[in-house]
């Protein structure tokens, strides 16, 4: 979790969908902390109890779903995942336009924490329509262990289902609102309405190239290639991001079989991957950078599991078919390993 004084992260989520119909979500976790995240595999069975502020014991609950996902800090806590019934879950920082609700001591036995969503809706819900049922019956407020958690406890939430269905929610003003969202793209504030009537004001850009103009007898063409494209915002942050989101998802050719979704998502989030000193700001004397932890990707249909790190860019996979569903403690699988530099000298022909 980082501090008031860091930049907010930059995560932004993509979906994509395969010629035999499965459905891949996609996302980068970026921030100005190093969160030392690995992958947890949470089993059925296990107890929870909402963190509240002054060690005040919030919603206790019971996983009713085994899930895997990326923790933060070696808590038994996700901010990415998927569940054993195809559900996917995302956190996006959304600082400046979350405002949840009262937290009220009376009513701490049915709260959590901002930062327990994900967890709270894999651990119990098989679909979207659970998902947004389950909020309804809860209160979610602002609370959090620490300062530096509370600080940065802000954020709106993508949800994807087996069934192809995909939200945002978010927490404006105490309200829930749902927005479904048609194009799969999520990043950061502001509001998920906003960056949809964004769009309007790129509604010129295509794939194509531009053709020839002739302007007093003399032919104007273009210079290189992607002209197309030419004015598709470039920078890191979340409208921009979100714009060009849109317009590689849609521009990508389908993918035959999952496996090929998988490898297309991974190259279009490379598109948004921050290098340590890219994202930087000063305040108090310091420097703060934001990079991105990882990058995860999740097949619903298939309930397979992907992620890559800042430190290793080879893809792994977690398949909840080889994964004991009967578990009784909670696993890690640790994502922090150095790259492996491949030799091939010795392959030459």
């Not at 109890?49 to 990326?70: A, C, D, I, N, S």
């Not at 530096?148 to 269905?165: I, P, S, T, V």
């Not at 995860?296 to 994964?323: E, P």
């Amino acid at each position: 979790m980082a501090t008031a004084a860091q930049p907010a992260s930059a995560c932004t989520g993509i979906t994509l969908t395969a010629a035999d119909g499965t459905v891949i979500c996609a996302r980068t976790m970026e921030s100005a902390l190093d969160f030392q995240s690995n992958l947890i595999i949470v089993p059925r069975g296990k107890q929870y109890v909402g963190r509240l502020m002054e060690k005040t014991p919030g919603l206790q609950w019971t996983t009713k779903y085994l899930f895997v996902g990326p923790n933060v800090f070696g808590m038994p806590y996700i901010s990415d995942g998927l569940n054993e019934k195809g559900l996917a879950a995302g956190h996006f920082v959304f600082t400046g336009f979350a405002k949840y609700q009262q937290s009220e001591p009376e009513l701490a036995h049915r709260s959590i924490d901002c930062a327990e969503v994900g967890t709270f809706l894999l651990s119990t819900c098989g679909n979207v329509d659970e998902a947004i049922a389950a909020l309804r019956s809860v209160r979610v407020v602002a609370a959090g262990l620490t300062a530096e958690q509370r600080a940065m406890n802000a954020y709106h939430y993508a949800l994807h289902d087996a069934n192809g269905r995909c939200v945002v929610l978010e927490y404006i003003d105490g309200q829930l609102n749902v927005h479904e969202n048609p194009l799969g793209v999520v990043t950061n504030s502001p509001s998920f309405d906003w960056h949809m009537t964004n769009l309007r004001n790129y509604i010129h850009l295509n794939v194509n190239n531009a053709t020839p103009v002739t302007l007093s007898d003399v032919q104007f063409s273009a210079i290189g290639q992607g002209t197309g494209l030419l004015g598709l915002p470039g920078d890191f942050t979340p409208p921009s991001r979100f714009v060009r989101a849109v317009a590689f998802t849609q521009a990508a050719f389908a993918s035959a079989t999952a496996e090929e979704c998988v490898q297309k998502a991974f190259h279009l989030l490379n598109q948004f991957d921050i290098p340590a000193g890219a994202v930087r700001s000063h305040e108090n004397g310091k420097m703060a950078y934001e990079f991105t932890n990882w990058t995860t990707a999740a097949d619903m249909k298939h309930l397979r599991y992907y992620f890559h790190t800042y430190q290793s860019r080879r893809i792994k996979v977690v398949d909840f078919q080889k994964i004991d569903l009967e578990a009784k403690n909670v696993k890690t699988i640790p994502m922090r390993e150095p790259e492996v530099l491949e030799d091939v000298s010795a392959t030459a022909k």
